[in-house]
């Protein structure tokens, strides 16, 4: 079942696209599953849910604590990625605001990056909620705003090639939107009934080759990805040619790039 346009929109951009994922973003998001992870308090004998699990980056960190991890996924692709990286976990289809399992079946639940790809973030983080025990604990992570230069990169380049971003990119309804904030985040947290709400900001810089990190956005993945399928040959080209002026003060002397960003970690405890 689809709920809105946004989700619609969602399961396309992601179908087929966990091996260009795990090269690109992927790399990027498994920066905090450590912090993500202690904010959730998974140790050894929890047993944990990690929703959107993509590849399984957080899946295995958790195993490697020696918890007990059930991990699902809305795509296909990704639940076959994160079956072969952490083949210690049951690996499940789901698609949140639902998850098939009974209320507090688990000592906690973490999401990485996967609120801000869900049509109704609060109903999202109703369905975590339910299915943790009381005591049990929530960690969740989305990208700020304003935007670190890593994420500006891309609509940097793309208004320094001339091209209009389409005008159907999908949006979330702004009734269900919350300020990507710390106080924005923690808001949502408290607003769900969430107890001990804790919202801190990551930043660190982005290790990555320029290809592996092009690699996503020309494999379609994220609005930058969406934007690019829509050139023509001559847009595409023009993008690139921005991409790699803007991202050469970041390079290090090897050539790779070392890209400043952030992320909002936010944690609690369910009542
Ligand atoms: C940015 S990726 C994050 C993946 C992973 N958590 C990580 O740290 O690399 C977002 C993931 O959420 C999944 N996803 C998007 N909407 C979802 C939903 N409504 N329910 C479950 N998974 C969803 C996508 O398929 C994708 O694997």
Avoid: K
């Amino acid at each position: 079942m689809i709920d809105t346009d946004f989700d619609a929109h969602e399961r396309c951009r992601w179908a087929g696209r966990a091996e260009a994922y795990a090269r690109s973003f992927g790399r990027l998001c498994a920066y905090p599953a450590e912090a993500l992870l202690d904010a959730a308090a998974v140790r050894a004998g929890r047993r944990v849910i990690d929703v959107g699990t993509g590849p399984g980056t957080v899946a295995a960190a958790a195993l490697a604590r020696g918890a007990e991890v059930v991990a699902v996924d809305a795509e296909p692709s990704m639940l076959d990625a994160a079956r072969r990286a952490a083949p210690g976990a049951e690996v499940h289809p789901a698609v949140l605001p639902r998850l098939p399992f009974p209320p507090g079946d688990f000592d906690a639940a973490v999401a990485n990056f996967v609120l801000n790809h869900v049509g109704d973030p609060a109903a999202g983080l109703a369905e975590l909620r339910r299915v943790v025990r009381p005591g049990g604990r929530i960690a969740v992570t989305v990208w700020p705003s304003p935007h670190p230069p890593l994420e500006r990169l891309w609509a940097e380049a793309v208004a320094a090639a001339g091209v209009a971003a389409p005008p159907d990119l999908p949006r979330l309804a702004p009734e269900r939107d919350f300020p990507r904030t710390e106080a924005g985040l923690a808001g949502l947290l408290a607003t769900a009934g969430l107890a001990d709400v804790r919202c801190v900001t990551l930043t660190w810089a982005h290790r990555t080759d320029p290809e592996d990190w092009w690699a996503g956005p020309a494999a379609g993945i994220s609005a930058i990805g969406l934007m690019l399928e829509r050139q023509p040959v001559a847009g595409r080209e023009r993008i690139r040619r921005e991409y790699d002026r803007l991202a050469a003060p970041y390079r290090d002397a090897d050539g790779s790039l070392a890209l400043p960003t952030a992320a909002l970690l936010a944690s609690a405890r369910i009542r």
